[in-house]
């Protein structure tokens, strides 16, 4: 399957890496080092050259407890980035916002993809998507981040995650997006505890009943440091074992710090997953 993304392909056939370029003072990981558009810029091209096929840029952080930021600023932020790194790398740019605004910002300066954590539920995302005609992620998320780690609670999350999604691709088919141009993310860490997120990961291929791309994001998350008992620094070798499970089980994209590393893992799990 390919993914038109504003006119650059992403052959979704083996499972790809998609770069995070944080563009943010907050962010859990690498809040504030890539705040200044020329050193995020740099980071874009060290992530290609270590094998990214597309790079994500976010202007907001979504960890639990983080500040909500302007529309405003936040265009302020990735509309100079995501302008520089279409016009330079070979890979598409996808925008990780919520916010129809941005979106429109983000797409008008070249970004191929929308990466929305509230799968287009805030006013005005839904048509806003619909009328850029850029393919769309949409994720799961119980509550919303400032508070969503506080108490989840489900009675089956895979199946409720399952019957989320299906509910959002449907509104979106409704407002004109097409089911070619959507992707799927059941959202590890938005809203649900360790046990959720390990459940999610073993279930994955219920969520293909979907019949559509999956995305996972599970990169240096606390679900990671609950399991080894380690601080951030230490979650590369556990964020590396999900990514390849996550491919392995399905996902067709794996959202990224460590990219050298998770490259390399996903190639062999394509290269296995080829073999007679």
């Known amino acids: 399957m390919l993914l038109d993304c504003a006119g650059k392909p992403l052959d979704l056939s083996v499972p790809h890496v998609m770069g995070i370029l944080n563009v943010t003072p907050d962010s859990f990981s690498d809040g504030g080092r890539y705040l200044d558009p020329a050193v995020a810029v740099t980071r874009a091209r060290q992530m290609v050259a270590e094998g990214a096929a597309i790079i994500d ?8 407890g983080a500040a909500a930021v302007a529309a405003e600023e936040e265009i302020a932020r990735v509309v100079p980035v995501i302008q520089a790194l279409v016009a330079e790398l070979p890979v598409p740019v996808s925008v990780d916002t919520s916010k129809p605004e941005v979106m ?3 797409v008008a300066a070249g970004a191929g993809l929308i ?3 509230c799968a287009l539920q805030q006013p005005g995302a839904l048509a806003a998507a619909a ?6 992620c949409l994720m799961h998320m119980q509550g919303e981040p400032r508070t969503m780690q506080q108490a989840p609670h489900y009675a089956d999350v895979v199946g409720e995650v399952r019957d989320f999604l299906a509910r959002r691709v449907e509104k979106c088919v409704a407002a004109g997006i097409a089911r070619e141009r959507i992707l799927l993310d059941p959202g590890f860490g938005f809203g649900k505890t360790l046990g ?12 293909h009943e979907l019949g559509l791309p999956l995305l996972v994001g599970m990169s ?21 074992a999900v990514a390849t499970l996550g ?10 710090h460590d990219v050298k590393a998770s490259a390399d893992a996903l190639k062999m799990v394509a290269a296995v997953q080829a073999a007679e």
């Not at 840029?57 to 639990?64: A, D, K, L, N």
């Open 104 to 106: 429109r910002a983000a």
């Open 57 to 64: 840029v976010g202007g907001e952080s979504t960890r639990p």
């Open 247 to 256: 491919a392995w089980l399905g996902a067709a994209i794996v959202r990224v």
């Open 220 to 240: 240096r998350k606390s679900m990671i440091g609950a399991v080894l008992d380690v601080p951030l620094e230490g979650r590369l070798y556990g964020s590396l």
């Open 196 to 207: 959720h997120n390990l459940s999610l990961l073993k279930h994955l291929p219920m969520l």
């Open 115 to 117: 990466n929305d954590v």
């Open 131 to 136: 009328e850029l005609r850029v393919p769309v």
